[in-house]
Each structure stands twice: as structure tokens, then as C-alpha cells.
């Protein structure tokens, strides 16, 4: 697979199908790159907003990446610059007016690949989501991007995994074979044709966890025509990003990659102790079989132990992500269960008895020394390895599905 003819899937087939004049309706956010998630997971919570953020966008699409961390970083006065790179021109324009039609000055739009960075950065954050699996080589795209990283950055990237696209690989064969030397427009209308005259044993049709062939065609094309697509499961991406010299600070969301949020037998769980955390994100890859894609943030190995904010003092500050507190604490009784869903599947989440006057108490601001003293002062005695328990367990409900962060 060539650049060209990367470039010319994406100026038929900008992706993902966004309208600009949707920009007044509301701000579209996801993972990687939230800037209160890259906060947590790649400078321990301590992003210093006086200090400009140097931000790299590699492949930045239709600009979902680029707009939500622009704008969050204009939110919060930060004066940094985003810089968005993508080879497609068609993709840049819709993405250039996204940010027109926000009124975001922060971005510095261009047009290249990743493979060539020399003269760009060092950047303190790269975002690189849902590239380097359509890569011929993808270590080389990562090694790009370590490159042209500041020490103590960091890396946010998804890639796609292998099972939960079962079917997918299979399909995007046969329809190779089918549409050589066709136009995009064709593909996309021979796919789409196939896929009405698909048997009910295909395992495309039956997988619950795939559905871009069922939405706008770029979608579709995406994911049937692409003309290079890798999967990585856990321990590949791991490889992945030590050939790069970088390493794993964390695989988003928490919860999607912990056995016991899916198997509740204690003898089973009890025969992965000892498992290292990448050992048994590996393990639920392969019980699961749902997992379409990876999120994970990279940081060099030497910043593994402060990459990671950890709720482990009173001055840490609990930060909630699309969520009201008040509402869900009136919604969930003392030692409740928090229902929620990880990739399409229904889980329940132990919260402890302290849940509600804790969450009603964290405002972005409230240190955990404070909200223990505002909690004390309303629940009576209450020690602070007590409270920092009931904290703990909290914490890592939400923070396991990607609601809760931290900030120092």
C-alpha cells in the first residue's frame, strides 16, 4: 500500500463522516487525548495550564481529536498549540472548518505524513488514533512519533483488536478480490451489495460488536475496503511500543481489562494471581472475545512510576467526566451497585457506603483531604484510612470506565 493510495481513500471517503455545522450542536469527545484524561494517565495529574502544551495530531481525519483537545485546552486557558497533520485534503478542509466554526485560533493545520516529522516538535503530547494499524509498517510509524516526542511526554493511540472483528478480515478478502482496479464509489457499492446477499452464517452479520458497514460509507469503506489493516492484541501492542522505546502506562478503559469485572468466580480469579497488569489485560482479551479496538497511553519506560496519578494522598483532586454527581448520588444507595456498560455488555460495580456524600463533594477543585473533612463534619469520626478505603473503592469503579480522573 502506497501514501497514494492512502490519500486518495480518504479524498473520496473523508472519515469519519462529520458535518462542520454540527459544532453548534455540541463537542464530540472520546479516547484518547480527553485533557483530563492525558492529564491522568501521562503527567501523574500535574498539567501546569500557564505553561503552553505542545500538541501533535497524526492523522488527525475529519479533526474529532484535534477539535475536542483544542477546545478543552482553550477551556482552560492553557496557550498552547495543537498541530494537525494528515495527508488527505479533503479530510483537513472539514477539519478546518470545525474549528472555524468554534472559533479556535489554537491549531496549526498541515498537510504530511507521520513517517516525516523532521523540523516538527518535540511536542509534549501526540495523539495518533486509529493510524499505525493501517500502516504497512506500524513500528515505524510509532518510532516516528517517539521520535519527535518530548522525554516527558507522552503517547495517546488506538489501534483496532483482532476478536472482537470477527468476520471483518475474512469480508475485507473477498471483497479485495472482488473490486480490484474499481473506484472507491464502485467498492463502496459492490460492498454494500454483497453484504445484502451475505448468507445468515456470516460472521460479519453476527457479530453484535461491529457495525460500520450498516452507516454512512466512509464508515463502511473504512472498515471492508481499507487497503491495509493490522490488528493488535494486548501483548503485540506491548511489543509494539517497546520496539519504539516506549511503554504501556495504561490501557483505556481500566475495567474493560479486569478479570474480575467479568468472571466472579474467586477459585477461577484466583488462578491469575501473579499475573502481571498486562498479563491479565491479555487474558480478558481472550475470555471476552468482544474487544474491537485498544486505547493506550505510552510514555517512556524510565516514566512508568509517575506517569500514573494514583489516589494515594489528601492532596489529590478527583475530577468527574460526564457525570452528574448529585444525580447519580440520589441514584445509588449506600453500598449500591452502579450499572454500566463496556462494550456492549451490562456490568455491575460495587460502590462502597460512602459514595454519595463523597461524589456530591468532588468538583473538580475539592481536594480529598478537603472532601474527607467536609464528609467527617457531616458523617461524625472518620478516620482517614476509612475514608481514604471507601475513596479507593469508588475510585476505581469510575475510574475503571473512564469517569473519574485526577488532578494534583
Same mark, same amino acid.
Given at each position: 500500500?502506497?501514501?497514494?493510495?492512502?490519500?486518495?481513500?480518504?479524498?473520496?471517503?473523508p $472519515?469519519?463522516?462529520?458535518?462542520?455545522?454540527?459544532e453548534?450542536k455540541?463537542?464530540?469527545?472520546?479516547?484518547?487525548?480527553?485533557?483530563?484524561e492525558?492529564?491522568?494517565?501521562?503527567?501523574?495529574?500535574?498539567?501546569d495550564?500557564?505553561?503552553?502544551?505542545?500538541?501533535?495530531v497524526a492523522?488527525?481525519g475529519?479533526?474529532?481529536?484535534?477539535?475536542?483537545i483544542?477546545?478543552?485546552?482553550?477551556d482552560?486557558?492553557?496557550?498552547?498549540?495543537?498541530? $494537525?497533520?494528515?495527508?488527505?485534503?479533503?479530510?483537513?478542509?472539514?477539519?478546518?472548518a470545525r474549528?472555524?466554526?468554534?472559533?479556535?485560533?489554537?491549531?496549526?493545520?498541515?498537510?504530511g505524513?507521520?513517517?516525516?516529522?523532521?523540523?516538527l516538535?518535540p511536542?509534549?503530547?501526540?495523539?495518533c488514533?486509529?493510524?499505525?494499524?493501517?500502516?504497512?509498517?506500524?513500528?515505524?510509524?510509532l518510532?516516528?512519533?517517539?521520535?519527535a516526542?518530548d522525554?516527558?511526554?507522552?503517547?495517546?493511540?488506538?489501534?483496532y483488536?483482532?476478536?472482537?472483528?470477527?468476520?471483518? $478480515?475474512p469480508?475485507q478478502?473477498?471483497l479485495?478480490?472482488?473490486?480490484r482496479?474499481?473506484?472507491?464509489?464502485?467498492?463502496?457499492?459492490?460492498?454494500?451489495?454483497l453484504?445484502?446477499h451475505?448468507?445468515?452464517?456470516?460472521?460479519l452479520l453476527?457479530n453484535?460488536?461491529?457495525?460500520?458497514?450498516?452507516?454512512?460509507?466512509?464508515?463502511?469503506y473504512?472498515?471492508?475496503?481499507?487497503?491495509?489493516d493490522?490488528?493488535?492484541?494486548?501483548?503485540?501492542?506491548?511489543?509494539?511500543a517497546?520496539g519504539?522505546?516506549m511503554?504501556?502506562?495504561?490501557?483505556?478503559?481500566?475495567?474493560?481489562y479486569?478479570?474480575?469485572?467479568?468472571?466472579?468466580d474467586?477459585?477461577?480469579l484466583?488462578?491469575?494471581?501473579?499475573?502481571?497488569?498486562l498479563?491479565?489485560?491479555?487474558?480478558?482479551?481472550?475470555?471476552?472475545?468482544?474487544?474491537?479496538k485498544?486505547?493506550?497511553?505510552?510514555?517512556?519506560?524510565?516514566?512508568?512510576?509517575?506517569?500514573?496519578?494514583?489516589?494515594?494522598g489528601p492532596?489529590?483532586?478527583?475530577v468527574?467526566?460526564?457525570?452528574?454527581?448529585?444525580?447519580?448520588?440520589?441514584a445509588?444507595?449506600?453500598?449500591?451497585?452502579?450499572?454500566a456498560?463496556?462494550?456492549?455488555?451490562?456490568?455491575?460495580?460495587?460502590?462502597?457506603?460512602?459514595?454519595?456524600?463523597?461524589?456530591?463533594r468532588?468538583?473538580?477543585?475539592?481536594?480529598l483531604?478537603?472532601?474527607?473533612?467536609?464528609?467527617?463534619?457531616?458523617?461524625?469520626?472518620?478516620?482517614?484510612e476509612?475514608?481514604?478505603a471507601?475513596f479507593?473503592?469508588?475510585?476505581?469503579?469510575?475510574?475503571?470506565?473512564?469517569k473519574?480522573?485526577?488532578r494534583?
Amino acid at each position: 500500500m502506497s501514501i497514494d493510495d492512502l490519500r486518495a481513500q480518504y479524498e473520496a471517503y473523508p $472519515y469519519p463522516a462529520r458535518d462542520p455545522a454540527d459544532e453548534r450542536k455540541r463537542l464530540i469527545t472520546g479516547s484518547p487525548s480527553h485533557l483530563d484524561e492525558v492529564a491522568h494517565y501521562v503527567f501523574g495529574g500535574r498539567l501546569d495550564h500557564g505553561r503552553p502544551l505542545r500538541v501533535l495530531v497524526a492523522g488527525g481525519g475529519t479533526g474529532d481529536g484535534t477539535i475536542m483537545i483544542a477546545q478543552q485546552m482553550a477551556d482552560a486557558g492553557n496557550p498552547g498549540t495543537v498541530t $494537525y497533520l494528515d495527508l488527505s485534503d479533503a479530510s483537513r478542509a472539514i477539519a478546518e472548518a470545525r474549528a472555524k466554526a468554534r472559533g479556535l485560533t489554537n491549531i496549526t493545520f498541515r498537510r504530511g505524513s507521520l513517517l516525516e516529522l523532521e523540523g516538527l516538535g518535540p511536542f509534549d503530547y501526540i495523539d495518533c488514533c486509529g493510524v499505525l494499524h493501517h500502516l504497512d509498517e506500524p513500528l515505524a510509524g510509532l518510532r516516528s512519533l517517539a521520535g519527535a516526542l518530548d522525554p516527558g511526554g507522552g503517547i495517546g493511540m488506538m489501534v483496532y483488536a483482532p476478536l472482537g472483528r470477527t468476520g471483518v $478480515y475474512p469480508m475485507q478478502a473477498a471483497l479485495r478480490t472482488m473490486t480490484r482496479g474499481m473506484s472507491p464509489e464502485e467498492k463502496v457499492a459492490t460492498a454494500r451489495r454483497l453484504i445484502a446477499h451475505l448468507p445468515r452464517g456470516n460472521w460479519l452479520l453476527n457479530n453484535p460488536f461491529v457495525g460500520d458497514h450498516r452507516q454512512a460509507d466512509a464508515n463502511l469503506y473504512d472498515l471492508l475496503l481499507h487497503s491495509r489493516d493490522r490488528p493488535f492484541t494486548v501483548p503485540e501492542l506491548a511489543d509494539l511500543a517497546a520496539g519504539a522505546g516506549m511503554a504501556i502506562s495504561a490501557l483505556v478503559e481500566p475495567a474493560r481489562y479486569d478479570p474480575a469485572v467479568w468472571v466472579k468466580d474467586p477459585r477461577l480469579l484466583k488462578r491469575l494471581e501473579g499475573l502481571s497488569p498486562l498479563e491479565r489485560a491479555a487474558w480478558t482479551e481472550q475470555a471476552c472475545g468482544s474487544m474491537t479496538k485498544h486505547i493506550a497511553y505510552l510514555v517512556r519506560p524510565d516514566r512508568l512510576n509517575d506517569a500514573v496519578a494514583r489516589p494515594d494522598g489528601p492532596d489529590a483532586v478527583p475530577v468527574l467526566r460526564d457525570l452528574d454527581a448529585a444525580e447519580l448520588a440520589r441514584a445509588i444507595p449506600p453500598g449500591g451497585v452502579l450499572e454500566a456498560e463496556l462494550m456492549g455488555q451490562a456490568v455491575k460495580l460495587a460502590l462502597p457506603r460512602l459514595t454519595a456524600p463523597i461524589l456530591t463533594r468532588v468538583d473538580g477543585k475539592r481536594t480529598l483531604g478537603a472532601i474527607h473533612e467536609a464528609v467527617a463534619a457531616v458523617a461524625g469520626p472518620l478516620p482517614w484510612e476509612t475514608f481514604h478505603a471507601q475513596f479507593l473503592q469508588l475510585f476505581t469503579a469510575l475510574n475503571g470506565i473512564g469517569k473519574m480522573h485526577l488532578r494534583r
